[in-house]
Each structure stands twice: as structure tokens, then as C-alpha cells.
């Protein structure tokens, strides 16, 4: 964050003076570290705040010291406050209910693009990124997150019957629960949806019998869950290690590539019939 950026600039002027210690200035700002109390506005308590913050060791310590060299100093202040951002901003996503299914928890935050974005090169492929994206981070409205915002009912508008989750029974699961339209309901169970889900997750079944991570595909399509956290990132690690692609599999841009496709597809099957059931007219199953 700029923040960040702005806290090293200034960690890189207090060691300007480190290794000016003949200067008017610095005699001043070793003054007001000696002598100001800690609820100072001047610049001397500034950096000692921001030195405490990161844990880097107290500037009048520094100051009375023999100065370290500028590379170590350098490496060791930017090494801090990356680690310092990372767990924050770690920790913000942990309790983000947005961020269900893209996971930062214990990759670098270094400015790498994310995976899912990754191989993005002409105008079709941007537009069918959009769909994936929103529902990587539960931004794609649903009729759950319409029932939230402004009531009504969250369930799926388009299913004609009861999905039966995985080791499930239907006798004993007639409840609204299973018809509720969520991400992983329109991802991974939307019967109304099946055959052109069904169409592309063939060719993924395809693409990942070469892949080198172990992963066993047809077990990940026996978990409405992990499908849908598959689809959306295949790298993730929200995934169980046996269900996961590592980074440099080589199957990982085709799956992406294939994800972007199903999510598309899903999306505007999705929209074509609601607008058919909101006109009146009959649904027509895609193949």
C-alpha cells in the first residue's frame, strides 16, 4: 500500500543521517529523541513510532550505535514492513466474507497477478474473465444475496427439482435449503444448467488426465464444494491437497482457461433464462 511506500522514504531519510552525523540536522533530531515525550508531533517521535510499529530496532539506539551499511539496513526495514502489511492485510481477509474462496492467507502479497487472471490476452477471453472474477470474490448477485439486501426468497428460480447433495438422502432433505441460489449452486448444482456444465467440465476430465499434481478429477466433481472452489481457482489453497493443481502443473492454463469458459457459459445460460421465465416463455435446454 502507498502507505508502506511512504514509511520507507522515511526510514530512508533517517538513514541519510545516520551517515551525516556532522550535520546541524542531525544533532537536532537526536535532541528530540532524547528529550521529546511520546505523544510529540514533531519528526524525531515520528519515526520512533514507525520504528516500534515494524519492530525495527529504536532510532536512538541506531544513532549510538555504529550505523549498519545501507544495504543491510535497507533489507532488513523492507523485509519488516512487507511483513507487517501482509499479516494485516492476511488478517482483514480472513474475516472478509467476500473472500470465501480466494485465498491469501499464506501466499506473498508481492504483486504477482493472480493466477486466475494469468494468460488473459485477447477481448473475448477479458470478457469472459468478468463472470469468474465476481465469483472468486462473492460479488455475483444471487437471489441469496438479493433475500439479504432486500428480502424475498433466496431460492434458485430455475431448478424444477430438489438437488440431492452427495451422500445425501432426498426422503430425509425436503427442506428449501438445497434449492437456495448461492455461487456453488449456480457453479456446481443448478440442474437447470446441467447439460452445458456438464459439456465443459468433460473437457476439463480431459485435460486434467495429464496432470502431474495427482489430482484425482472425478472425485473433485463428487463435492458440490470443491468443485466450486476447483472451478474458480484450482490453485487454491482452500482446496485439500490431493484435489489441488500445483502453480506449475502444466494442466493449470488449460483449467483456468476452461473455468473462464464455464463460468461464461453459466452466466449467460443463466440470464437467458431468467429473461425467457420473466417474459413467460417456455425454458429451453441447451445442449
Known sequence: ?????????????????????????????????????????????????LSEMYGVPNPLDLINQERPTKHSFKKDVLSRIVSHHEAEWRSKAENNSKMKYLNVSTIGLDGRPYPVICNVRTTPEVRKLRPVLKFLTCDYYTYEMKASFSGGSPNCRLCPTIIQHPGTNNDNNNDNDNYIEDIEHIVAQCAAMSDTRQRILNEMAEVMESNK??????????????????????????????FRLHVKDPCTTAVFRIARDLCFALHSERLRKLKHLADGKPQVQTT
Request: with cysteine; net charge positive; glycine share 2%.
Open 213 to 242: 499434481s495427482g489430482c484425482d478429477f472425478e472425485m473433485v466433481c463428487s463435492d458440490f464444494s470443491i468443485l466450486t472452489q476447483f472451478v474458480l481457482d484450482c490453485n487454491s489453497l482452500n482446496l485439500p491437497n490431493k
Open 1 to 49: 500500500p502507498i502507505e508502506a511506500k511512504v514509511h520507507r522514504d522515511v526510514f530512508s531519510l533517517f538513514y541519510n543521517l545516520l551517515i551525516n552525523k556532522d550535520t546541524k540536522v542531525f544533532k537536532i533530531v537526536k535532541f528530540l529523541l532524547e528529550t521529546s515525550s511520546p505523544n510529540s508531533r514533531t519528526w524525531s517521535i515520528h519515526i520512533k513510532h
